[in-house]
């Protein structure tokens, strides 16, 4: 067998697995919103401990992350194009900034929204390959910026977030623990340090094949 031949047969052999990762769908959104519509938000004067509702909210987050960065970590890896993984960014992004319904879980994920907005800015810019990386710089640049101009912040954390897709290390040192009242660029860093756990867990990523 000839060594194109050979390389026609693997790439052939790889070809299903772009059609076999469900990287989000509605039902998982709508589960997802279930279980928090069932959690409890109000702190118990007994514990110190983090009301369940928001710990359900983190993971929640947490799963919308790790979910778009697999489809990252698979362009990365030479699975999907720029176009692909671009058309599959656009696809998870829809359902997670749906229409958000009118009860009593609105605010937390209006919330949960915008902190995400960073996360699927960020992929983009990573994907186009077009972005700062003076994380340091762009963070003083960022907060100067987000009570005048949000649009512009939110440009300013897609890079900091896409320098954290290419490996930068950010960005708990920005951001302080007793914050009483922490501005939208202050979410954004969270989450692109959220990000940075997620590129680091999503390491062996490619080997594993099936539903994310």
């Not at 290419?166 to 202050?186: H, M, R, W």
Request: hydrophobic share 40%; proline share 2%.
């Amino acid at each position: 067998m000839t060594m194109a031949k050979k390389k026609e047969k693997a790439a052939s052999a790889e070809e299903p697995l772009k059609l076999f990762y469900i990287f989000y769908n509605q039902e998982r959104w709508d589960n997802w919103i279930n279980t928090l519509r069932e959690a409890n938000f109000e702190a118990s004067p007994q514990s110190e401990e983090m009301p369940e509702g928001y710990t359900t909210l983190y993971n929640f987050s947490m799963d919308i992350t790790l979910s778009v960065l697999k489809i990252v970590k698979l362009f990365q890896n030479g699975r999907y194009t720029k176009e692909e993984a671009l058309e599959k960014l656009n696809a998870v992004e829809v359902i997670v900034m749906g229409e958000v319904l009118q009860d009593n879980l609105e605010e937390y994920v209006e919330s949960l929204q915008l902190s995400l907005l960073v996360l699927f800015a960020g992929c983009r810019k990573f994907l186009e390959g077009e972005y700062k990386t003076d994380i340091k710089t762009l963070v003083k640049e960022g907060r100067k910026t987000i009570d005048s101009d949000m649009e512009k912040a939110l440009d300013i954390a897609a890079d900091i977030a896409a320098s954290v897709i290419n490996g930068a290390s950010c960005c708990g040192k920005y951001v302080k623990d007793d914050i009483e009242q922490p501005t939208l660029f202050d979410e954004w860093l969270i989450e692109a340090e959220s990000m940075a756990e997620a590129v680091s867990s999503l390491k062996n990523f490619d080997e594993e094949a099936g539903e994310t």
